[in-house]
């Protein structure tokens, strides 16, 4: 008797032509990648800045690569991809770093590349579909006197969607908290997995919490309305220190102070400011030094006296005109492109990503760099829960140097048992234990809007 085909091999299994002029007839040759190193490089995402999924996913890809056009034509590809039964994978601008947007299993990756209009700007909010660029949120918001809240410091590539989906928060974040704190995200616009894909407007903070930061499992987004926040004429500031701890202590000051306006609060231990190649060559990283990077509507003459307070000094400032116009945008640096720059300067640099018991972090910083001395480079970044300052709280974006897969393994656990909450970027699978996910909530959506489980498999190991 012949057994059923098992799960890999039915994900696994070739496209047909038959297939592949289904949709051609959808979207058009011109917006498909069927083959190449195009198909290849679009199919990857920042998975590399793990050493570890570096040697898992190097060899994955798509099968073909569709960038559909409209809404309609989205839903269209997806309903004869679940007819015919292949594996779905969502992709922003892949730019996400634990190979979210990577296809483990082939298949259809669907770019929202093409979807980016933005459908209803007000000064509160943005409408926009899944593949409008940040940036060009930011920008557009900026005309009529308002801004993102948050973004990532991606703003300049990543996609509405995309950051919805596998992102969670940056600069603004101090104040606003990240994609799942309420109120950041007004309405969601969905269209489900099956053969007869259904088109779902998500408005309830609860209903949306199934889809924000849903590492593209649950459902396909196709419109995403953001929340926007007045405009501030934001100033650029670099500050330097003697300690480190002389840095946290005014980071900590900026980051609270409810009377100064903050948008990013980033603290760097010496020597990564010596990455930052631009901000060396701008004179604003002395040797030695560590550093605090500030986004404040202050004027220079207070930063330097708060500054001063703390045994510090302003080394470089810079007003930002128009966002991401001027040479140097401190948010280029800081959240996750630091651990890029110090990727930059030498590839055995990797990274964790750390939530510190506000009141004994210290301590805990401590007691890692005696452990593991120069393998550990600390970067802060000041987040919040969305109440403005007074609930900004520190979490940790560290710089580690890799030597093996256990060592870093043994770094993660050590955070842990020393009290540093880890949330490893080291794992595709998202519902184990290291990666502290919340996935429950968004298995139960799964299986009513992706019923044949063909959505971004490879992921979940409850599930596949
Ligand atoms: C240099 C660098 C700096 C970064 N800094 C930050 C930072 O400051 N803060 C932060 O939160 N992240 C950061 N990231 C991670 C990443 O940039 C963000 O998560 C980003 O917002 C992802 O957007 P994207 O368009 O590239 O999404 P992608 O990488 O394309 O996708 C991300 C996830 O969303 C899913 N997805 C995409 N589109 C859809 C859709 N239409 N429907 C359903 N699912 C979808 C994908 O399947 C994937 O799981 C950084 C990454 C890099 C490389």
Redesign the pocket.
Known sequence: MTQPPNRQTQLNKPLSAEFLNRLTNIVGEENMIISGSRLKRNSQ??YW?SPVLKKQLADKSADVIVEPQTQQQLIDVISVTVDERFPI?????????YG??IPIYGGVLIS?KKLNQIVELTPDCAKVE?GVI?LDIETEARKIGAELRFF???LP???A???L??????PGSMNWGNVWTPGNILEVKIVTIEADPQTIILTDPTDMQT?IH????T????EVTYALAPHQPWQQYVLAFDSFESALDAGERFAKDGQLPTRLVSIFDWPLPLFFKQLVKAGACPDGKPLVFLLTTAKVEEIQKLAAAEGGEVTWHNRIANVHKSNLELTDFA???T??WAMKADPAWTYLQDTFDPENYRAHLRLRKAKYGDDVIDHVEFTGAGGGPCTAYPAGLTIVRYRSDEQLQEMIDYGESIGIMQYSPHTTVLDEPNTRWEYKHLLEAKKVWDPHNLL?PGHLQNND
């Open positions: 995402d920042a800045y994978v969502p992709r922003g601008a892949g730019t996400g770093n979210q947007s929202t899944a940040l990532p410091s991606t590539t990543s996609t969607a995309g950051f989906a596998g992102g969670s928060a940056g889809v849903n590492c593209g499992l459902a396909m987004i196709t959240w996750n492109h651990t890029l971004n």
